[in-house]
Structure formats: structure tokens, C-alpha cells
């Protein structure tokens, strides 16, 4: 609001009245003034004025506009012109998007924290006869595990290591040779 | 109001509220019976589109007002630019208009003067003014559509009736 606006809030509050937007007790109150003061009088008559010039001029006819609209909307088959369910726009609410986001976080956590290694297979059974093979497959990251796995399984007799077969496999170290028995 | 019955009868219901004011509101602001009407096309196809997203029918009627409005100063805008953009393609060097004084009478007289007063008013003014006296719309639906205060809309169609009022008192235009 200008300064100018707030030094003339009675000429706002009069053309709120012309538009029949003021309070009854507001439009009551300055329905009294306008009887009694002439100079109000004349600055109401002027917005009048104005406004019974915006409404000498009749609006045209928009019947046939409307009508002929109407046809060619309708000439759009209603129901193809409206895209399918699956491609329609959704308004997602962005707390909705933030909620969800800290139940994917708060879910991976947990999994982190609590979930067991995933990498290897079952259990390996113990063979049962001479020259059996069991297979064994674990993550790089746990060579550890596997090794302590492989230390309290009797009756081994031969291990072979077999790398993955991928570009991004890297070799980290040297060899290292592991005593029987660790 | 909310959306009850079918899609179709929701728009039809819809189109048969707003659009007698969104047409008026597009006129007063583009002076063209006929652009007035294409503008209320799009705007109702736009709606098409985006109905389901607008269930409330009394937000459906706020927003394609607002659709029809920002259309109709566009429109106008685009045609400002290209009279400028012509005027410089044929009229260069001289910035006099090639127009005689009769051409010119005739235009101006062709345009009511009430529309050419309406004109000389600011964007931000004579939306409001017109929503007002032609949309037949209150402070508290105008500001909807425009997504200002009541106190703001109330501002500005006093603003906009002073200025009118002194495009009246300096003109030769007939005031009854």
C-alpha cells in the first residue's frame, strides 16, 4: 500500500461502498456521513460517474460464442481427449515425498544394522564320501568369514579359490599364504 | 462446490458457470469479440486437461479466470510487440505513423470508448476493475484469481477508478 493510499483509506472505503463490499455497520456509518458532508458527496459521485460510464456500454451478445465453443469441445471426444489414469499428472504433497524418503532411509538403516551377511550361500554339508565337492560362495569382503568357516569344516582336502569374473575386480595386496589349521 | 456425477458433467457444470464471465473478462481486456472467444477455448481445453487435478468447482472457476486473464494480457502483449516489430520493419527511419488523420479518427472511433478508456489503464489496475464490474466477481473471489489480499484488490479498484476518473476529466469523452 502507497503512502498515498494510506492518506486517503476514506476514498478506498468509498469505492468498497459503490461496490457493496463493506461491513453493515461499516456501509451504515458511511451512509450517515454521506448525508451530512457535501465534500464526500462529490468524491463519491465522481467514483460513480466512473462507474456508470464502465456500464453505459452494454456487453455484446456471447450466446452464440458460448454455444459455438460448446460444439467444438465437444466435437473432442470427451473421454479419449482425457490422457489415461497412468499418464495423468499426480500432485504429490512434498511432505509426502520427505516422509517417504525418511522411511527408505530409516528401513536401510536397519538393514544395515541388523541384517545378517547376505553374500553366502547355505550352509555347506559335509561330504560325505571321499572326492565329494561342496561349493562355497561368499563376497570378496568377507574372505575373512570364509576362511574361519573353511578352518572348522573337517575333512578337507583341497580348496580352490575362484575369483569373479569382472572388469571391476581389482587386486588389493599380495597373496598371502594361510596355514592349515587357521 | 465439489465434483459430483460424471467427468462430463462436472466440466459441463463448470462450463456453463464460468464461462459467461470468463468470456466478458477476456473481452474488456483483448476489445475482440472473436480473440475473446478462442482464448476461452484454450483455456476451457487446458481445464480439460487438468480437471481431475481440480475436483472443487469453485477453484475450477478461479483457475480458468485466471487462465483466461493471463491468455487476454498475453495476447495483448504479443500484439504490442508485433505493431512495434512492423512498425520498425516498414516504417524505419521515420517513427511517424503513415496513418492520415482519418485513418487514425476511424480506428479510434471503431474501438468504443470505454474499451480505449480500459486500455489506458495498467495491467494490475484494469484486471481488477474489469473482474469487478464485468465478472461481476467480489474482492474475495478476485483476490483468489489473482492470489492477492482483499485489502489489495480494494486498493487497486480505487486506484484503477481515480485514474479512470482523470482520464475522464482531461478527454472529450461523453460521461453520462
Not at chain 1, 476514498?11 to 456521513?33: F, H, I, M, P
Not at chain 2, 457444470?13 to 459467461?20: A, F, L
Not at chain 2, 469453485?58 to 498475453?74: E, F, G
Request: charged share 30%; with cysteine.
Amino acid at each position: 500500500m502507497s503512502l498515498e493510499d494510506m492518506r486517503s483509506p476514506e476514498d478506498t472505503r468509498l469505492s468498497a461502498y459503490l461496490d457493496d463490499e463493506l461491513s453493515v455497520s461499516e456501509s451504515q456509518r458511511l451512509g450517515d456521513r454521506l448525508q451530512q458532508d457535501a465534500e464526500l458527496q462529490d468524491r463519491y459521485a465522481r467514483l460513480r460517474g466512473v462507474q456508470e460510464f464502465l456500464r453505459s456500454e452494454g456487453d455484446p451478445s456471447f450466446q452464440e460464442a458460448m454455444e459455438r465453443t460448446w460444439h467444438r469441445l465437444s466435437l473432442r471426444n470427451f473421454e479419449q481427449q482425457r490422457p489415461n489414469w497412468w499418464s495423468r499428472p499426480v500432485a504429490v504433497p512434498f511432505s509426502a515425498v520427505a516422509a517417504a524418503f525418511a522411511i527408505l532411509v530409516l528401513v536401510g538403516g536397519l538393514l544395515i544394522r541388523f541384517g545378517g551377511p547376505t553374500y553366502f550361500s547355505a550352509e555347506p554339508q559335509q561330504a560325505d564320501r571321499f572326492g565329494d565337492t561342496v561349493e562355497l560362495s561368499a563376497h570378496a569382503r568377507e574372505s575373512e568369514e570364509l576362511l574361519r568357516r573353511l578352518s572348522g569344516w573337517e575333512s578337507r582336502d583341497e580348496v580352490t579359490i575362484q575369483l569373479p569374473e569382472s572388469r571391476t575386480f581389482e587386486f588389493v595386496g599380495q597373496p598371502v599364504i594361510v596355514p592349515a589349521g587357521h | 462446490m465439489t465434483r459430483e456425477g460424471s467427468a462430463q458433467d462436472y466440466f459441463r457444470r463448470v462450463y456453463e458457470d464460468v464461462y459467461p464471465i470468463a468470456v466478458r473478462i477476456a473481452y474488456r481486456i483483448t476489445s475482440d469479440i472473436e480473440v475473446a472467444e478462442e482464448l476461452c477455448h484454450e483455456a476451457f481445453i487446458k481445464f480439460l486437461d487438468k480437471m481431475d487435478a481440480i475436483p472443487d468447482a469453485q477453484q475450477a472457476k478461479y483457475w480458468i479466470i485466471r487462465v483466461v486473464k493471463n491468455l487476454s494480457l498475453n495476447n495483448q502483449k504479443r500484439l504490442g510487440r508485433e505493431a512495434v516489430a512492423n512498425r520498425r520493419a516498414y516504417f524505419e527511419p521515420s517513427a511517424v505513423s503513415s496513418e492520415t488523420g482519418e485513418t487514425s479518427y476511424l480506428k479510434r472511433e471503431a474501438q468504443s470508448h470505454v474499451q480505449q478508456a480500459l486500455a489506458t489503464l495498467p495491467d494490475n489496475l484494469r484486471v481488477v476493475l474489469v473482474m469487478k464490474e464485468y465478472g461481476d466477481l467480489s474482492y474475495k473471489e478476485i483476490g483468489s484469481v489473482l492470489g492477492i489480499s482483499e485489502t489489495n484488490v480494494k486498493v487497486r479498484a480505487h486506484r484503477a477508478r481515480e485514474k479512470l476518473a482523470e482520464y475522464l476529466d482531461g478527454g472529450d469523452v461523453y460521461v453520462p
